[in-house]
C-alpha cells in the first residue's frame, strides 16, 4: 500500500542551525501539506503546496519556514535558524484531490 | 473560524466494552469531519471521514461516527474495543469548500485500555 515517507525519524539539532526536514509523498498525489505537534499539544497545520506553490500557510509558519519541492518525489521544510521552540513532531501529509490526506509517521525534531 | 473540541482528555474502559469519544466543532457551513489515530510513538491514521450523504459513517478496525448536524457533533464508537485500540485519537474539521486546506485537530483523547 502506498505510504508517506519521512526522513529521519529523528533529528537533534542545535539552536541556530538549520534543519531540512524530507518527505516523499504519494506518488500521484497532488498536494501536500506539514503540520506540527508540540509535546503534549494538538497537531498544528503549518502549509499547504500546491502546483508548486504554497496554497495556504498559518501564523506559525513565518519567514524561518520554508517549503520546497525540488524534483518530482520529494517535498522538503526547511527551518532557517531552530529556536527551542520549534522542537515538535512535524507530520507531512500528501493528498490526491485535496478532499483527504495521509499521513507519514513524522520526525522527531529535538532542538538543543 | 472552525473550532474543534474533543472535551475527553483521558478514557479508560476495559476490553471488550464499548467506547464513544466525543467531538464538537464549530463551522458556518458543513464541513469535512475526520477521525484519526495516533498509536504511540507512531503517526496519524485516517480510522474514517465524513463529507456528505449517510450520516452514519464506518471507518476502518470496526470504528463508525455519527454526524449530527443538531447538536454539531461527530462521534466516535466502537461495539467491543481491543487491547491494541490504545492510542490518541483526533478530530478534525476541514472547510467543506477548499477542501483540505487548512485542517483543525482538537487536542485529542487519549484512551487506555484495561484487561
Known amino acids: 500500500e502506498p505510504e508517506v515517507t519521512q526522513t529521519p525519524s529523528h533529528q537533534v539539532t542545535q539552536m541556530g542551525q538549520e534543519v531540512i526536514l524530507r518527505c516523499v509523498p504519494i506518488s500521484n498525489h497532488l498536494y501536500f501539506y506539514w503540520y506540527r505537534q508540540i509535546l503534549g499539544q494538538k497537531v498544528e497545520f503549518l502549509v499547504s503546496?500546491?502546483?508548486?506553490?504554497?496554497?495556504?500557510k498559518s501564523e506559525i509558519f513565518d519567514d524561518q519556514f520554508s517549503v520546497e519541492r525540488p524534483d518530482g518525489s520529494n517535498f522538503t521544510l526547511k527551518i532557517r535558524s531552530t529556536k527551542l521552540e520549534d522542537s515538535a513532531m512535524y507530520f507531512c501529509?500528501?493528498?490526491?484531490?485535496?478532499?483527504?490526506?495521509?499521513f507519514g509517521q513524522g520526525t522527531r525534531l529535538t532542538v538543543v | 473560524a472552525q473550532s474543534v473540541t474533543q472535551p475527553d482528555i483521558h478514557i479508560t474502559v476495559s476490553e471488550g466494552a464499548s467506547l464513544e469519544l466525543r467531538c464538537n466543532y464549530s463551522?458556518?457551513?458543513?464541513?469535512?469531519l475526520f477521525w484519526y489515530v495516533q498509536p504511540p510513538g507512531q503517526g496519524l491514521q485516517l480510522l474514517l471521514k465524513y463529507f456528505s450523504g449517510d450520516t452514519l459513517v464506518q471507518g476502518i478496525k470496526g470504528f463508525e461516527a455519527e454526524f449530527k448536524r443538531s447538536q454539531s457533533s461527530f462521534n466516535l464508537r466502537k461495539p467491543s474495543v481491543h487491547w491494541s485500540d490504545a492510542a490518541e485519537y483526533f478530530c478534525a474539521v476541514a472547510p467543506g469548500s477548499g477542501g483540505y486546506q487548512k485542517v483543525t485537530f482538537g487536542t485529542g483523547t487519549k484512551l487506555q485500555v484495561i484487561p
Open positions: 463551522y458556518g457551513a458543513t464541513p469535512y
Open positions: 503546496f500546491y502546483n508548486n506553490e504554497i496554497s495556504e
Open positions: 501529509a500528501s493528498s490526491e484531490n485535496g478532499d483527504e490526506a495521509f
